[in-house]
């Protein structure tokens, strides 16, 4: 089967700012591929012209084996999208605005009344149907958007980082709404700047820093490219941080990090067993009484800051400016 979702060189720019810098991608049906990046890393840009919000200055994409530019129209009627902030009308019930929506994909009136009871059922929403969206809580706007983005049914969803202000709950409960939809054979492509969310959702996570793709793979096998296990200490005494740090700097494959706050230090190693017995052996030899220690695996966080020298929340160094 072709590919849900192409992209091949695109580019666009804003005067002296280029926000996309030759963008590749490709999604198989039924997958989440997601978008892991900065701000201003080309994310948003990246949703827009693969929704046919924007057309590229160059390259070329498809989805749903339609040309984003020159069957834009045709396109618009098999993919669902839902942005950064839920796109719900206050002053409308919770079923008004599916209604609305099932009528703008031209469903008919009867055909978007029953679609948008189901999806106000399914999305747990029943309850508060009638009532105006204004007095809807975070968690409530954000199901209203994605039942909206589900209507008509696309077999393409595009997610722009659909959990941005969720409680952790709520963040939770979506995640499991999206995994059931990819179940049942929908196309996710999933922007998001939560590690987690990255870990739990994608088949495959692709790192977005100024506009282009710079890793590519499963988390696994990214968090495999910047070394295999961690042995992670916590001490019990501040001053024992630097004496700590510099007996076991001998053991690291790469930058021994420290949390003064915390009073943690993580220790890349080759081999997590045996650093970690070696490591516990040095510190009770030093009388160093210590919290807590375990051996664990690189995270998606770390795996970002060791690509792109940055943290996942900070600029990319480039403005995106159409966000």
Not at 186 to 207: F, G, I, K, N, S
Not at 212 to 241: H, P, W, Y
Request: hydrophobic share 45%.
């Amino acid at each position: 089967m072709p590919p849900a979702i192409t992209a091949e060189g695109l580019v666009k720019r804003y005067g002296d700012v280029i926000a996309l810098d030759g963008m590749d991608l490709s999604v198989p049906e039924g997958t989440v591929l997601a978008l892991l990046g900065p701000n201003g890393a080309g994310k948003t840009t990246t949703v827009r012209i693969l929704t046919t919000l924007l057309k590229p200055d160059a390259g070329r994409a498809t989805v749903a084996g339609c040309d984003v530019v020159a069957d834009a129209a045709r396109l618009r009627s098999r993919i669902g999208a839902s942005g950064q902030y839920a796109a719900v009308d206050d002053h409308l019930t919770g079923a008004e605005n599916l209604e609305m929506v099932g009528r703008l994909y031209h469903l008919g009136a009867r055909r978007s009344r029953q679609r948008a009871r189901e999806l106000l059922e399914r999305f747990d929403l029943t309850e508060a149907a009638d009532r105006p969206a204004q007095g809807y809580s975070g968690g409530m706007r954000r199901r209203l958007d994605l039942a909206a983005a589900l209507v008509a049914g696309p077999p393409v969803l595009f997610l722009d980082e659909p959990t941005t202000g969720l409680d952790p709950r709520a963040r939770a409960g979506l995640w499991e709404t999206i995994a059931g939809l990819v179940a049942g054979g929908t196309t996710v492509l999933l922007t998001t700047q939560y590690m987690e969310e990255a870990d739990r959702l994608a088949d495959t996570v692709a790192v977005v820093d100024r506009g282009r793709v710079i890793a590519l793979g499963t988390a696994d096998e990214l968090k495999d490219q910047i070394g295999g296990d961690r042995v992670e200490l916590t001490l019990t005494s501040a001053g024992d941080l630097h004496a700590v740090r510099q007996a076991l700097a001998s053991l690291a494959v790469g930058d021994v990090r420290a949390d003064d706050a915390a009073l943690r230090l993580t220790i890349p190693v080759s081999d997590g067993t045996a650093a970690l017995t070696i490591a516990l052996g040095h510190l009770a030899a030093g009388g160093i009484a210590v919290r807590d220690a375990g051996l664990r695996r690189p995270t998606l966080d770390e795996v970002f800051l060791t690509l792109t020298g940055h943290q996942a929340g900070a600029p990319a160094g480039t403005k995106e400016q159409d966000r």
